[in-house]
Protein backbone atom coordinates (compact mmCIF):
# COMPACT_ATOMS: atom_id res chain seq x y z
CA UNK A 1 0.00 0.00 0.00
CA UNK A 2 1.34 3.60 -0.88
CA UNK A 3 1.73 5.93 2.01
CA UNK A 4 0.32 8.34 0.52
CA UNK A 5 -2.20 8.44 -3.03
CA UNK A 6 -3.68 11.16 -4.98
CA UNK A 7 -5.62 10.65 -7.76
CA UNK A 8 -3.13 12.06 -10.86
CA UNK A 9 -6.05 13.26 -12.90
CA UNK A 10 -6.22 15.59 -15.08
CA UNK A 11 -8.73 17.05 -13.24
CA UNK A 12 -10.67 20.01 -15.37
CA UNK A 13 -12.77 22.62 -14.37
CA UNK A 14 -14.09 26.24 -15.85
CA UNK A 15 -12.99 29.41 -14.83
CA UNK A 16 -14.42 30.85 -11.14
CA UNK A 17 -15.19 26.87 -10.23
CA UNK A 18 -14.26 25.40 -6.88
CA UNK A 19 -11.96 23.13 -6.97
CA UNK A 20 -11.37 20.19 -4.88
CA UNK A 21 -8.57 17.87 -4.23
CA UNK A 22 -7.93 15.22 -2.27
CA UNK A 23 -5.20 12.49 -0.22
CA UNK A 24 -5.35 9.47 1.73
CA UNK A 25 -2.06 8.07 3.91
CA UNK A 26 -1.63 4.86 5.18
CA UNK A 27 0.81 5.87 7.92
CA UNK A 28 -0.75 6.94 11.28
CA UNK A 29 2.72 8.52 12.43
CA UNK A 30 2.10 11.42 9.96
CA UNK A 31 1.42 14.70 11.91
CA UNK A 32 1.89 17.45 9.29
CA UNK A 33 0.05 17.51 6.03
CA UNK A 34 1.32 19.77 3.12
CA UNK A 35 0.32 21.39 -0.47
CA UNK A 36 2.30 21.95 -2.64
CA UNK A 37 1.53 23.78 -6.61
CA UNK A 38 3.89 22.53 -9.05
CA UNK A 39 4.33 24.09 -12.25
CA UNK A 40 5.69 21.97 -15.01
CA UNK A 41 9.69 21.39 -14.80
CA UNK A 42 9.99 23.18 -11.63
CA UNK A 43 10.05 23.12 -8.07
CA UNK A 44 7.16 22.70 -5.93
CA UNK A 45 5.82 25.49 -3.54
CA UNK A 46 4.53 25.11 -0.75
CA UNK A 47 0.84 26.67 -0.09
CA UNK A 48 0.43 25.72 3.06
CA UNK A 49 0.95 23.16 6.14
CA UNK A 50 -1.63 21.58 8.94
CA UNK A 51 -0.99 20.15 11.69
CA UNK A 52 -3.09 17.57 12.93
CA UNK A 53 -6.81 17.49 12.13
CA UNK A 54 -8.59 20.38 11.26
CA UNK A 55 -9.34 23.15 8.65
CA UNK A 56 -6.47 25.79 7.54
CA UNK A 57 -7.31 28.82 5.55
CA UNK A 58 -4.95 31.11 2.85
CA UNK A 59 -6.99 33.04 0.49
CA UNK A 60 -8.89 31.32 -1.88
CA UNK A 61 -7.38 28.11 -0.34
CA UNK A 62 -8.45 26.33 2.39
CA UNK A 63 -6.93 22.80 3.52
CA UNK A 64 -8.87 20.37 5.42
CA UNK A 65 -7.16 16.89 7.20
CA UNK A 66 -9.32 14.16 8.98
CA UNK A 67 -7.09 12.18 10.97
CA UNK A 68 -9.82 9.64 11.83
CA UNK A 69 -10.20 8.59 8.07
CA UNK A 70 -6.43 9.58 6.87
CA UNK A 71 -8.21 11.58 4.65
CA UNK A 72 -6.28 15.61 3.39
CA UNK A 73 -8.41 17.75 0.77
CA UNK A 74 -7.56 21.39 -0.63
CA UNK A 75 -9.86 23.17 -2.02
CA UNK A 76 -9.64 26.09 -4.36
CA UNK A 77 -12.11 28.94 -4.33
CA UNK A 78 -12.83 31.24 -7.11
CA UNK A 79 -10.26 29.15 -9.54
CA UNK A 80 -8.43 30.57 -11.97
CA UNK A 81 -6.30 29.82 -15.05
CA UNK A 82 -2.94 30.70 -13.26
CA UNK A 83 -4.29 27.76 -11.02
CA UNK A 84 -3.93 25.43 -13.69
CA UNK A 85 -0.66 23.25 -11.77
CA UNK A 86 0.04 19.82 -10.34
CA UNK A 87 -0.63 19.80 -6.82
CA UNK A 88 0.65 17.44 -4.76
CA UNK A 89 0.06 16.31 -1.34
CA UNK A 90 2.46 15.80 1.21
CA UNK A 91 3.04 13.99 4.49
CA UNK A 92 5.36 13.93 7.46
CA UNK A 93 5.52 12.66 11.27
CA UNK A 94 7.17 16.09 12.64
CA UNK A 95 10.44 17.26 13.05
CA UNK A 96 12.89 17.16 10.26
CA UNK A 97 11.75 13.73 9.41
CA UNK A 98 11.44 13.19 5.77
CA UNK A 99 8.47 14.25 3.36
CA UNK A 100 6.34 11.75 1.64
CA UNK A 101 4.69 12.98 -1.50
CA UNK A 102 1.55 11.81 -3.60
CA UNK A 103 1.79 11.91 -7.20
CA UNK A 104 0.01 14.89 -7.68
CA UNK A 105 -2.77 15.86 -9.15
CA UNK A 106 -2.68 17.94 -12.63
CA UNK A 107 -5.32 20.63 -12.71
CA UNK A 108 -6.61 22.76 -15.32
CA UNK A 109 -8.85 25.50 -15.22
CA UNK A 110 -10.29 26.92 -18.30
CA UNK A 111 -11.38 30.37 -18.91
CA UNK B 1 12.16 37.38 -1.19
CA UNK B 2 14.81 34.87 -0.73
CA UNK B 3 14.83 31.48 -2.58
CA UNK B 4 16.18 28.33 -2.92
CA UNK B 5 18.73 28.23 -6.11
CA UNK B 6 20.40 25.61 -8.18
CA UNK B 7 22.61 25.05 -10.49
CA UNK B 8 23.47 24.01 -13.41
CA UNK B 9 19.33 23.50 -13.96
CA UNK B 10 20.41 20.85 -16.63
CA UNK B 11 23.22 18.81 -16.63
CA UNK B 12 24.11 15.55 -19.30
CA UNK B 13 26.55 12.68 -18.40
CA UNK B 14 27.66 9.81 -19.75
CA UNK B 15 27.14 6.63 -17.50
CA UNK B 16 30.00 5.84 -14.56
CA UNK B 17 30.59 9.65 -15.08
CA UNK B 18 30.35 11.75 -11.49
CA UNK B 19 28.52 14.61 -10.88
CA UNK B 20 28.05 17.21 -8.30
CA UNK B 21 24.44 18.95 -8.15
CA UNK B 22 25.09 22.46 -6.33
CA UNK B 23 22.59 24.25 -4.05
CA UNK B 24 22.34 27.37 -2.09
CA UNK B 25 19.43 26.98 0.52
CA UNK B 26 18.05 30.20 1.88
CA UNK B 27 20.74 32.19 4.13
CA UNK B 28 19.24 31.55 7.51
CA UNK B 29 17.65 28.06 6.99
CA UNK B 30 19.75 25.31 8.96
CA UNK B 31 17.97 22.15 7.56
CA UNK B 32 18.66 20.81 3.98
CA UNK B 33 17.48 17.99 1.72
CA UNK B 34 17.69 16.22 -1.41
CA UNK B 35 14.73 15.02 -3.14
CA UNK B 36 14.26 13.46 -6.79
CA UNK B 37 12.11 13.37 -8.87
CA UNK B 38 12.10 11.13 -12.07
CA UNK B 39 9.31 11.69 -15.15
CA UNK B 40 5.75 11.42 -14.23
CA UNK B 41 6.66 10.03 -11.04
CA UNK B 42 6.43 11.15 -7.23
CA UNK B 43 8.98 13.47 -5.48
CA UNK B 44 11.07 11.33 -3.70
CA UNK B 45 13.15 12.10 -0.56
CA UNK B 46 17.00 11.70 -0.79
CA UNK B 47 18.70 12.54 2.07
CA UNK B 48 18.44 15.40 5.11
CA UNK B 49 21.63 17.09 6.48
CA UNK B 50 21.49 19.16 9.72
CA UNK B 51 24.82 20.46 11.57
CA UNK B 52 27.34 18.75 8.77
CA UNK B 53 25.68 15.65 9.25
CA UNK B 54 23.32 13.23 7.57
CA UNK B 55 19.96 13.17 9.73
CA UNK B 56 17.80 10.98 7.45
CA UNK B 57 18.60 9.09 4.40
CA UNK B 58 16.28 6.63 2.26
CA UNK B 59 16.85 3.66 0.65
CA UNK B 60 17.65 5.14 -2.89
CA UNK B 61 20.62 7.27 -1.00
CA UNK B 62 23.34 4.15 -1.52
CA UNK B 63 27.17 4.38 -1.39
CA UNK B 64 26.86 6.27 -5.02
CA UNK B 65 25.59 9.36 -3.45
CA UNK B 66 26.63 11.53 -0.75
CA UNK B 67 26.36 15.30 0.34
CA UNK B 68 28.94 17.73 1.58
CA UNK B 69 28.28 21.39 2.91
CA UNK B 70 31.57 22.63 1.41
CA UNK B 71 31.12 26.53 2.92
CA UNK B 72 28.85 28.01 4.46
CA UNK B 73 26.53 28.51 1.56
CA UNK B 74 26.66 25.31 -0.66
CA UNK B 75 24.89 22.62 -0.29
CA UNK B 76 25.99 19.41 -2.96
CA UNK B 77 25.15 16.32 -4.15
CA UNK B 78 27.28 14.20 -5.60
CA UNK B 79 26.47 10.49 -7.56
CA UNK B 80 29.76 9.06 -7.90
CA UNK B 81 29.78 6.45 -11.17
CA UNK B 82 25.83 7.39 -12.44
CA UNK B 83 23.23 5.43 -13.42
CA UNK B 84 21.15 5.28 -16.10
CA UNK B 85 18.19 5.11 -14.04
CA UNK B 86 19.26 8.30 -12.12
CA UNK B 87 17.74 10.38 -14.74
CA UNK B 88 15.60 12.74 -13.13
CA UNK B 89 15.14 16.12 -11.56
CA UNK B 90 16.86 16.79 -8.41
CA UNK B 91 15.52 19.15 -6.29
CA UNK B 92 17.13 20.87 -2.97
CA UNK B 93 14.62 22.48 -0.24
CA UNK B 94 15.58 23.75 2.99
CA UNK B 95 13.68 24.71 6.33
CA UNK B 96 14.61 27.35 8.86
CA UNK B 97 14.30 24.65 11.81
CA UNK B 98 13.29 21.00 12.55
CA UNK B 99 10.05 21.50 10.59
CA UNK B 100 10.45 19.70 7.32
CA UNK B 101 6.81 20.30 6.70
CA UNK B 102 7.61 24.18 5.85
CA UNK B 103 10.42 23.15 3.15
CA UNK B 104 10.89 25.62 0.77
CA UNK B 105 12.22 24.34 -2.84
CA UNK B 106 14.59 24.91 -5.27
CA UNK B 107 14.33 24.90 -9.10
CA UNK B 108 15.75 21.83 -9.82
CA UNK B 109 18.17 20.80 -11.91
CA UNK B 110 17.28 18.51 -14.68
CA UNK B 111 19.68 15.06 -14.70
CA UNK B 112 20.06 13.32 -17.76
CA UNK B 113 22.68 10.08 -18.27
CA UNK B 114 23.03 8.47 -21.42
Known amino acids: QKEVEQDPGPLSVPEGAIVSLNCTYS??????FMWYRQYSRKGPELLMY????GNKEDGRFTAQVDKSSKYISLFIRDSQPSDSATYLC???????????FGIGTKLQVIP | EPEVTQTPSHQVTQMGQEVILRCVPI?????FYWYRQILGQKVEFLVS????????KSEIFDDQFSVERPDGSNFTLKIRSTKLEDSAMYFC????????????FGPGTRLTVT
Open chain 2, 93 to 104: ASSVGTGAYEQY
Open chain 1, 27 to 32: NSAFQY
Open chain 1, 50 to 53: TYSS
Open chain 1, 90 to 100: ACNSGGYQKVT
Open chain 2, 27 to 31: SNHLY
Open chain 2, 49 to 56: FYNNEISE
